[in-house]
């Protein structure tokens, strides 16, 4: 479909192109939608094939930021810039990085702060140190909101517990048990909210599920979870899926609610940090036929944007604690709307979204008139 067309199907705002002969810097930004406030979103450096696959990258991930931003209540739009480059080649020429990321920040700039960048694939909160010297519009820099895995993971969790509430009418997971995909940075934290740990007061004072099983692929993380919590039990990656458990936890990759594995699932509930869980959209339908609660991944992993969005106005850590656990009653809301419209919950999330951005563009006009 041509840009102007696939633009306007999806009601996009902006497309810029930019170039920086002297660094080499090239890139594309999406803009998709400020009507709840300044697009938000990464830059993303990639080795893309050709110009082609690099613009239909960024419009596809601009636009979900819309969606993400706009259920997790924020205040932000979506967007998204990529990088036309190899990471390897612009990243090892110590000289060029600063250069590079400065220009990068000089464009950002230039865009008056209708977009809003930080730190993404290929790229990292260093580079974002040079983006800051020219732009006030970078958010996630060293030393600030920090890293953000631990607040995804707590943010998840509180989603874990509505989803719990949603299938068994109860949100304690003491009589529970889970089945954990990655102990990763966010899979590992989420493990030890299960486990009962409060990250505020560092205690493990919380309720404890009654079991956790996981499974890894990197031995570092193996080892850390069977040295720090010899509890929870190790399975083999392929035995992840079929396990009697009443909710598998999606940590790692995505695509991992597909054919092969929706007949495997003995689980009531899916609910964890991983990004695109449902390899499409018959997976969705497909889950929801089996009577099985799907968290929609971008509204139960938004804590990490809650996060940054924080660092906007002046970080505070137990403030974007408790505004990742608002994820709690957003997903209450998200299956209580699927219910209502007979529609599997990432329809019905996008639904919630669509809303909130409609109703917010009626309030800013009527606000006009007066
Ligand atoms: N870090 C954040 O704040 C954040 C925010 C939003 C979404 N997410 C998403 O959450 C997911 C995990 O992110 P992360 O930051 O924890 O990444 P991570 O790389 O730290 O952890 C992922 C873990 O999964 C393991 N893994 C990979 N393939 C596996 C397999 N087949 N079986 C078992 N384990 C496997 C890896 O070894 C790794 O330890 C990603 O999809 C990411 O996009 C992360």
């Known amino acids: 479909m041509n840009k102007f067309d696939y633009m306007e199907k999806y009601d996009y705002e902006q497309l810029v192109y930019f170039h920086d002969k002297a660094t080499g810097l090239?890139?594309?930004?999406?803009?998709?939608?400020?009507?709840?406030?300044?697009?938000?979103?990464?830059?993303?450096?990639?080795?893309?094939?050709n110009e082609e696959e690099a613009a239909e990258d960024v419009l596809r991930l601009g636009r979900g930021?819309?969606?993400?931003?706009?259920?997790?209540?924020?205040?932000?739009?979506?967007?998204?810039?990529?990088?036309?480059g190899d990471a390897k080649e612009i990243k090892g020429d110590k000289l060029r990085v600063e250069g590079y990321f400065r220009a990068l920040g000089r464009y950002v700039?230039?865009?008056?702060?209708?977009?809003?960048?930080?730190?993404?694939?290929?790229?990292?909160?260093?580079?974002?140190?040079y983006v800051a010297e020219e732009t006030d519009y970078v958010?996630?820099?060293?030393?600030?909101?920090?890293?953000p895995s631990p607040v995804t993971a707590w943010g998840a969790f509180a989603g874990l517990k509505a989803t719990l509430k949603e299938a068994f009418g109860t949100d304690s997971v003491t009589d529970r048990t889970f089945a954990v995909q990655g102990a990763g940075q966010t899979g590992y934290f989420l493990i030890k909210y299960l486990l009962g740990?409060?990250?505020?007061?560092?205690?493990?004072?919380?309720?404890?599920?009654k079991k956790?099983?996981?499974?890894?692929?990197?031995?570092?993380?193996?080892?850390?979870?069977?040295?720090?919590?010899?509890?929870?039990?190790?399975?083999?990656?392929?035995?992840?899926?079929?396990?009697?458990?009443?909710?598998?936890?999606?940590?790692?990759?995505g695509a991992t609610v597909n054919e092969n594995t929706i007949p495997q699932f003995k689980c009531k509930a899916i609910a964890g940090t991983a990004n695109n869980v449902l390899r499409d959209e018959a997976a969705g339908e497909a889950i929801t036929e089996k009577g099985i609660i799907y968290a929609p991944d971008y509204v139960i992993n938004a804590a990490g944007l809650i996060n940054v969005y924080h660092e906007i106005h002046g970080y505070n850590c137990e403030k974007a604690l408790a505004d990742s656990e608002k994820i709690y009653d957003r997903l209450l809301e998200i299956y209580k709307l699927a219910k209502n419209n007979n529609i599997p919950t990432g329809k019905a999330a996008d639904?919630?979204?669509?809303?909130?951005?409609?109703m917010m563009k009626n309030v800013k006009s009527s606000h006009i008139k007066r």
């Open 26 to 49: 090239k890139g594309i930004t999406c803009i998709h939608d400020t009507t709840l406030g300044p697009a938000l979103g990464g830059t993303r450096l990639w080795n893309y094939a």
């Open 351 to 358: 639904l919630f979204a669509e809303k909130r951005i409609e």
């Open 65 to 84: 930021m819309t969606y993400k931003a706009a259920c997790a209540g924020l205040n932000l739009g979506g967007g998204k810039t990529v990088l036309i």
């Open 139 to 147: 958010t996630g820099l060293p030393g600030k909101s920090g890293n």
């Open 197 to 209: 740990y409060d990250f505020l007061t560092d205690t493990y004072a919380k309720e404890k599920a």
């Open 109 to 129: 700039q230039s865009l008056n702060g209708r977009y809003i960048t930080a730190e993404d694939v290929n790229t990292s909160t260093s580079d974002m140190i």
């Open 212 to 253: 956790i099983y996981f499974t890894e692929i990197n031995e570092e993380h193996i080892e850390r979870m069977k040295r720090e919590h010899p509890e929870v039990e190790f399975v083999a990656p392929e035995d992840i899926y079929g396990l009697d458990v009443d909710v598998y936890c999606p940590c790692a990759l």
